[in-house]
């Protein structure tokens, strides 16, 4: 596609719940990466993958958050259990070049 | 550890007036800077990297080791200026992770 595509745009959810945050890189990018914005905060790193591989996964909160990718494409970023904590907005870019991010438009998660 | 700083959270000029958005860093090493910048319901997209030496939009940087900082310059601001701006650093080795300030608000004032 022309650019990263996430979805969906707005999610509310129960506290408890499970969800799936979806990304759809650039074509080509190896590098995925997602990212949280809570309110007022700046973005934290959450998990890196370079294929279907997470080498860097150091940015992963609790064993609550898990992601995955397949065919060098889509990724699902999953929280089980969800605490009004997540409540942010859920960033996904892809690179193809070292330090080139592109970034789409996230997912903005409200647990209520 | 790495960390990036904007002390500001907030900056308003008043157009034609310079700007300056400050970002320090720590880490150990050679880190590679980078502005990020999001508009009002746009994207958050890359504004301009140190290792380019590059201008875009009228916005400068220079990296300073010694200060270890990575100020954001515009010698007149423009109304269009107005966006939320990020300061981030990347270190070496493969994951090419980057690390993000809190961001700085910038407001320019017609």
């Known amino acids: 596609g022309a650019g990263v595509s996430q979805s969906p745009s707005n999610k509310v959810t129960e506290k408890g719940k499970d969800v799936e945050l979806r990304c759809d890189p650039i074509s080509g990018h190896t590098a995925l990466y997602w990212y949280r914005q809570r309110l007022g905060q700046g973005l934290e790193f959450l998990i890196y993958?370079?294929?279907?591989?997470?080498?860097?996964k150091s940015g992963l909160p609790s064993d609550r958050f898990s992601a995955e990718r397949t065919g060098e494409s889509v990724s699902t970023l999953t929280i089980q259990r969800t605490q009004q904590e997540d409540s942010a907005v859920y960033l996904c870019?892809?690179?193809?070049?070292?330090?080139?991010?592109?970034f789409g438009s996230g997912t903005r998660l409200t647990v209520v | 550890a790495q960390r990036v700083t904007q002390p500001e959270k907030l900056l308003s000029v008043f157009k034609g007036a310079p700007v300056e958005l400050k970002c320090n860093y720590s880490?150990?090493?050679?880190?590679?800077l980078f502005w990020y910048v999001q508009y009002s319901r746009q994207r958050l997209q890359l504004l301009l990297r140190?290792?380019s030496r590059e201008s875009i939009k009228g916005f400068t940087a220079d990296l300073n080791k010694g200060e270890t900082s990575f100020h954001l310059k515009k010698p007149f601001a423009q109304e269009e200026d107005s966006a939320m701006y990020y300061c981030a650093l990347s270190g070496p080795g493969a994951t090419n992770k980057l690390i993000f300030g809190t961001g700085t608000l910038l407001a320019v004032q017609p």
């Open positions: 880490y150990s090493g050679s880190p590679e």
């Open positions: 993958f370079q294929g279907n591989s997470a080498p860097d």
């Open positions: 870019a892809s690179s193809l070049v070292r330090n080139g991010y592109t």
């Open positions: 140190h290792i």
